[in-house]
Every structure is written in C-alpha cells, then in structure tokens.
C-alpha cells in the first residue's frame, strides 16, 4: 500500500538556518503530494502542494519540488524564523482521489531558537 | 480563524465511560467528514470517512461499534468512544472537505484512566 516516510524529528535550528525536512513516498502512478503544518494547540493547515511530476510548490518562504525518480517531495527553506516552530507533516494521495484519502508520515517537529 | 472546530481539546475520563467528540465546519458546508486517531510519533491514521446523512466508512481493523460516527448535518459530525478503555488513549483529529479543500480541526486528546 501507500505510504509516506520522513525524517524523524525534532529537528532544531537557530535563526535564519536553512531547514530540509526528507520525504520520501511509495505509491503507483503519480499521487498528489502536500505537506501541512501544526502550529501549537491549532489544527493541521495546508502549506503546499504538487500534483505532477517537477512541480514545485510554495508557500511562505517553504518549498518542495515532486521529485517521481526519486520519490521524493523533501521540504526546504532558506532562513527559518522562531514562528516556524511547529510539526510538519508530508503526506500523498493516490492519483485522481483528490482529498479523499490522505496517508501521512508520521511528522517532523521543528524548533527554531532565537 | 479556524474554519474547523473540535471540542473538547482535552478529555480525561474513567474506564468503561462514553466521550463524545464534536467536529463542526465553521464557514462552509462539509459534504465529507475524516476522523484520524494519532499515537505518539506515529502517523495520522485514518478511523472512517463520514458523508452527510449517510452511514459512516470505517477503515480496516477499525472497530464501528466502539467508535460511534454520527454526521447528521453538513457542519457537525460526532466521533463517541464507547466504553472507553486505557488502549483506547490517543490524539483524534477530524478534518471536514467540502470537495475543493480540506480543513483539520486542532484535535482532542484523549486519556482513559
């Protein structure tokens, strides 16, 4: 079955250090990939998405391309800020199924110090 | 805002006792409705996929009887753990789609003593 693999965390980082946080994905075909955000005490939201092979998506100073050679969809920002602390989750969905049936990682906590 | 709100955020009960979760869409209407249950360090798993007016979708291995979804209109669905256990202890996140997006609630967690 699907499944979505990512680093384990926490992940910390001083201020403005350029963060990764690995991706990597099995399923057939060409699944949709996301990644969301949960900030403290609220829900997950929406950071990014791609949905064919090379896109890139963007949001916020956060980037990640769909990487199909290499099954992945690894997250990247150049300079992160103390209110990007917050758990990131990488997640697919299989091809055409739209939001209906979602597989996450299991998450990647990132703390970043002043 | 949140477009999606869950309640209680934090639920400690005794063994053997019910818990209700709610799920509301605040700013539109949820056709569909997802609960996911959430161990320490390990992914979202998805419970059950719920529809408006329709009997609730449970995932493999997923007891419909101990997890009781009730979606009765387009902006509340219910998740009740019936008979709560300690094994049953977790996060419960619900998210609710309105086809074109999908939007999570902050979550409750549970804890059965």
């Known amino acids: 079955g699907d499944s979505v693999t990512q680093m384990e965390g926490p992940v910390t980082l001083s201020e403005e250090a350029f963060l990764t946080i690995n991706c990597t994905y099995t399923a057939t075909g060409y699944p949709s990939l996301f990644w969301y955000v949960q900030y403290p005490g609220e829900g997950l939201q929406l950071l990014l998405k791609?949905?064919?092979?090379?896109d890139k998506g963007s949001n916020k100073g956060f980037e990640a391309t769909y990487r199909k050679e290499t099954t992945s969809f690894h997250l990247e920002k150049g300079s992160v800020q103390v209110s990007d602390s917050a758990v990131y989750f990488c997640a697919l969905s299989p091809q055409g199924s739209g939001y209906s049936t979602l597989t996450f990682g299991k998450g990647t906590m990132l703390l970043v110090s002043p | 805002g949140a477009v999606v709100s869950q309640h209680p955020s934090r639920v400690i009960c005794k063994s053997g006792t019910s818990v209700k979760i709610e799920c509301r869409s605040l700013d539109f209407q949820a056709t569909t409705m997802f609960w996911y249950r959430q161990f320490p360090k390990q992914s979202l798993m998805l419970m059950a996929t719920?529809?408006?007016?329709?009997?609730?979708?449970?995932e493999q291995g997923v007891e419909k009887d101990k997890f009781l979804i009730n979606h009765a209109s387009l902006t509340l669905s219910t998740l009740t753990v019936t008979s709560a256990h300690p094994e049953d202890s977790s996060f419960y996140i619900c998210?609710?789609?309105?086809?074109?997006?999908?939007?999570f609630g902050s979550g409750t967690q549970l804890s059965v003593l």
């Open positions: 719920s529809n408006e007016g329709s009997k609730a979708t449970y």
């Open positions: 998210s609710a789609s309105n086809r074109e997006k999908l939007f």
């Open positions: 791609a949905t064919k092979a090379d």
